[in-house]
């Protein structure tokens, strides 16, 4: 159920598993006043908008809600691993038992600057906001230019 009403044959034109309007040439050809088409498509783009919104909100809780339970579990094998001091465990339910493994530490003297550039990796972005307002004050850099954008607004 969709929060406005939308026209059945407008939904024909568009792929309902990946959103891509997919009969154009239909859609732009449908039998009904301009003015309901736009509005019948501006209101089904508020309901997916909305719906996005709550996703994007549960997707949240849920992100917190699985940093809880793992936050939980981490501190609970800590005192597992306290009071096992190391010694093997099984019952019928579980089995608990230890693997040695590697890993790299460091430690608060490192430096990065000591490490060879093979073992680095550096990630470099352009700072879009400070490039923004330099050109705007006057400052060209070669291949970059302000794009006058227009943004719908539906509300």
């Known amino acids: 159920m969709t929060l406005y009403e939308i026209s059945q044959e407008i939904l024909e034109c568009i792929d309902q598993e990946t ?29 997916l908008l909305a719906e996005a919104e709550a996703i994007k909100t549960e997707k949240q809780n849920l992100a917190r809600r699985q940093q809880v ?35 790299v530490a460091f430690r608060e003297d490192f430096n990065i600057d000591t490490l060879p550039e093979e073992f680095k990796k550096v990630t470099v972005e352009p700072r879009k906001t400070e490039i923004k307002n330099a050109i705007k004050g006057g400052t060209e850099f070669d291949g970059v230019v302000l794009e006058e954008k227009t943004n719908m607004v539906i509300q």
């Open 69 to 103: 339970c793992e936050n939980k579990a981490e501190s609970l094998k800590k005192w597992l691993a306290f009071a096992l001091n190391g010694e093997k465990f099984k019952d019928a339910r579980c089995s608990i038992s230890y693997r040695k493994s590697t890993s």
């Open 19 to 47: 959103g891509e309007v997919i009969d154009e040439e239909r859609l732009t050809a449908l039998n009904m006043a301009f003015d309901q088409k736009v509005s019948n498509v501006a209101c089904w783009i508020k309901d």
